[in-house]
């Protein structure tokens, strides 16, 4: 598939038929995931495949499903046949950037004026994300505000960060979401050229 057509169909998809996904394809997506960029090389970004049933119904209950199905919604996160839960681990930056080749003109670590772990995390996701189109499935994000008890259902370790939960499989026809009616903002409004408010020559 060419990438302007992946990218033209990548949109979160929260419903999904019972159809199982070939392992195989998980692996390349994920595989295709930690290929983000990295500060330093670091490769702070860690994933958890989920694919039992039990497993992807306990996290069904702690998303609180059942409240979204009773809203008239369809019941996306159990349905969806694998689970990404997709993490950061900060402490890879701090050691990566104590080793010598990346210590500042003083000998000491950078200072991070940006936290670059959260960059790259969601340069993951966003591989994760097109990398599930390219194999022909549809994925969605779910963030981790809305999931209480994740570390603890899936063994996280304290220093590892998930950001959320990606949902994979083959798209069933599902509501599309509301948000989409705001439209996106004309080219002109977020590109800039030259300097803030430039336009293009």
Not at 82 to 102: M, N, S, T
Not at 189 to 195: K, L
């Amino acid at each position: 598939m060419e990438f302007s057509d992946v990218v033209a169909k990548r949109r979160m998809v929260r419903n999904y038929r019972s159809e199982p996904v070939d392992p195989a394809a998980v692996a390349r997506i994920v595989d295709t995931a930690r290929r983000a960029p990295s500060a330093g090389f670091s490769q702070g970004q860690y994933f958890i495949v989920l694919t039992s049933q039990d497993s992807r119904a306990a996290l069904a209950d702690i998303a609180g499903e059942a409240e979204y199905v009773a809203l008239g919604m369809d019941p996306w996160i159990s349905a969806a046949p694998v689970h990404v839960a997709v993490c950061v681990k900060e402490a890879d930056y701090h050691q990566r950037y104590q080793e010598p080749d990346k210590l500042d003109a003083s000998g000491a670590e950078i200072g991070w004026p940006i936290p670059y772990w959260w960059i790259d995390i969601g340069a993951s996701l966003m591989l994760l994300l097109l990398a599930a189109v390219d194999e022909g499935l549809a994925a969605g994000f779910f963030g981790v505000h809305r999931l209480e008890g994740l570390r603890d259902l899936l063994g996280v370790p304290d220093d590892v960060v998930p950001i959320g939960v990606v949902t994979l499989g083959h798209a069933a026809p599902d509501r599309r979401s509301s948000s989409l009616d705001r439209g996106r903002k004309p080219t002109e409004e977020v590109v800039h050229y030259e300097r803030w408010g430039g336009a293009a020559g």
